[in-house]
């Protein structure tokens, strides 16, 4: 408990850290007194215009969508019993990209465009739930049988069936169209307003999911243990993949498919940190929305004023983490 | 007079069409060590999950503590009784104190952390099963004995009045084999434990059970004491084997053919 509380106050920390350097940098030069009081008294001033409308949205919008994706990616982990999963392993963000490619390649406004990617998400969601009905909506486990491979295995399915409408998509749509839907697969944090819905959500899924914290350190070690311990298992199953699912939603409805922060965050936070989701669970909102934040930064500051999407930085950062932590596991079990 | 810790009337068990188990009787009360056994495929595990509530008798009634299973409340359910499953395989790493004191779960309300008495549970669940030292281990680098070592803390801390146990010594070495059943001997003498387990080495359940439910081929189901259920015909009965049954040592051993 201590030990959990150290932990959070510590990311608390770094993500005020990077609040911080994300609200300072840009093309203009704003220094920390002048900041500090733009935040304070925006007022007329250009520095409380940059900062209060262009700037803090922003990273509030990256915060929340960081702490999304780690928080759905941890308990997607939970979920499936695998910790290579993340929040889009069930294609979540395929249904979400046919609903937003659609919309763009329609030439739709930026509001229908953010509309039909929750449309798609959620038909997403409802179809691996239909289909995976018999693991996660049937009142009892049966048998000694481990539902979790079978869920697995139909979001994989799902996810290569609108893997091959997002390319058919890209391949029908005219050149003027085609950079914007690139970058909206790639995930990108630009021209991103609405800052609310995603950090309200983020705040509802970890408020809704943390009270189910111990009950998920017991399904973690199978569903027959889980049951006998007393944990009801299909019940906890649902919830959880309707709170991982929401989550994943509102994130790629804000910024597109931002790749590796729910991959990457709640794996690290396991190895580094251990595994008990009591602690996990705070914790990768505050990782990943930390690691998101840095990462926006970085992208609309290493060009300037060239903007990259986010999600080739997350990506450039997550590929040779994520191969780290694979190559040291074996190592770990022999030592 | 309380109720049996376990008790089948009439039960009937099939899978998938196939009856494995009919007209099954018995009563398993506090202090009682029971041995279930019969060849592979004939229901032992089936049998356990039904007690566990993993899944429903086709016929009959199976009794928790009075109770039919079906109707217990999960988290009630698991302060009566507890279950070691045949198989488990573990994705995420943890150490082997965090996996013993998981079968605090049920004791603990929601909010609640685990304290000094849960550590103090532990650690002597641990000194049990010959672990003490484990406790910061790795269990994704535990050899297969000592994972089920592990796993049977994991049980001994969540201290229900019934242990059911699916081949609690199968991966254990034979010191190992002896002191977990020796430890379970002594859970059913001293706390009034009632324990069933499933095994295959004829000459251990002979030694620790005070009782055997022997199941076989045909779904017929033999129960008694262990001196009254494990005789040759009923054993070369059921595993369709010759099996001789001498006195060496002081104790009944069951030689195969």
């Known amino acids: 408990m201590r030990r959990a509380l150290l932990i959070w106050l510590a990311l608390a920390a770094a993500a ?28 007329d001033s250009i520095a409380g215009e940059i900062v209060t409308r262009l700037r803090l949205p922003r990273a509030l919008a990256a915060f929340a969508v960081g702490g999304l994706l780690a928080l759905a990616g941890a308990l997607m982990q939970v979920l499936l019993r695998n910790p290579l999963a993340d929040p889009y392993v069930l294609g979540l963000s395929g249904g979400a990209a046919v609903g937003a490619l659609g919309a763009m390649l329609a030439g739709l406004g930026a509001l ?47 996810a290569a069936g609108w893997g091959a409408l997002i390319t058919l998509m890209l391949t029908l749509a005219p050149e003027a169209r085609l950079r914007g839907m690139l970058f909206w697969l790639m995930g990108d944090l630009n021209g991103v307003e609405s800052w609310a819905p995603a950090l309200l959500a983020l705040v509802a899924v970890l408020a809704l999911s943390y009270p189910s914290a111990r009950e998920l350190n017991v399904l973690l070690r199978g569903e027959v243990l889980a049951h006998a311990l007393g944990v009801r298992v299909a019940p906890l199953r649902r919830k959880v993949y309707v709170l991982a699912s929401v989550a994943t939603a509102f994130a790629v409805t804000t910024a597109g498919a931002i790749g590796f922060v729910g991959l990457v965050v709640p794996h690290a936070l396991r190895l580094a940190l251990g595994n008990d989701q009591r602690m996990l669970l705070p914790a990768s909102a505050l990782a990943g929305g930390t690691l998101l934040l840095l990462a ?27 191969m780290f932590l694979l190559t040291r596991r074996p190592g770990k079990a022999a030592a | 007079m309380s109720a049996p810790l376990l008790e089948a009337q009439d039960l009937l068990l099939r899978v998938d069409g196939r009856t494995l188990v009919r007209g099954m009787n018995f009563r398993l009360n506090a ?45 009630e359910a698991a302060r009566q009784r507890c279950f070691l499953p045949q198989n488990f395989h573990d994705a995420f ?49 535990l050899s297969g004995g000592e994972r089920q070592r592990a796993a049977l803390a994991a049980l001994f801390v969540q201290d229900a009045p019934l242990l059911l146990l699916d081949e609690p010594v199968s991966h254990l070495d034979l010191h190992h084999q002896v002191l977990v059943l020796q430890h379970l001997v002594e859970l059913a003498r001293y706390q009034a434990k009632g324990v069933m387990f499933t095994v295959h080495d ?20 033999l129960q008694g004491p262990v001196d009254a259920v494990m005789t040759e015909s009923a054993l070369c009965g059921a595993f369709g084997h010759r099996v001789e049954r001498v006195q060496a040592a002081g104790r ?3 030689v195969p053919d």
Request: with cysteine; proline share 6%.
């Open chain 1, 112 to 158: 229908a465009v953010d509309f039909a990617a929750s449309a798609g998400a959620l038909l997403a969601i409802a179809l691996v739930f239909a289909f995976a009905r018999g693991d996660l909506a049937r009142r009892q486990v049966f048998g000694a049988l481990d539902a979790s491979p079978r869920l697995l295995l139909t979001g994989v399915i799902m």
């Open chain 1, 16 to 43: 005020l850290a990077a609040f911080a350097l994300a609200l300072a940098s840009g093309s203009a030069r704003l220094p920390p007194l002048d900041l500090l009081q733009a935040l304070l008294s925006p007022g």
């Open chain 2, 93 to 141: 790493s943890a150490s082997v104190m965090e996996c013993v004191l998981l079968g605090r779960h049920p004791h603990f309300s929601r909010w609640q952390w685990e304290g000094e008495d849960e550590y103090e549970l532990a650690l002597a669940a641990l000194q049990a099963v010959d672990l003490a030292g484990f406790e910061q281990r790795d269990v994704l680098t």
């Open chain 2, 202 to 221: 004829l000459d251990l359940a002979a030694r620790f059970a005070s009782h055997a439910l022997l199941l076989t081929p045909q779904a017929t189901v």
């Open chain 1, 296 to 322: 926006d930064t970085a992208a609309r500051s290493l060009l300037a004023p060239q903007q990259l999407p986010v999600g080739i930085i997350t990506a450039l950062i997550g590929v040779p983490a994520f």
């Open chain 2, 252 to 254: 009944t051993l069951f």
């Open chain 2, 31 to 75: 202090g009682e060590v029971w041995c279930l056994l019969g060849p592979n495929g004939a229901g032992k595990s089936t049998f356990l999950h039904t007690a566990v509530g993993l899944r429903e008798p086709q016929g009959g009634v199976l009794r928790l503590a009075g109770r039919e299973t079906a109707e217990w409340p999960p988290a």
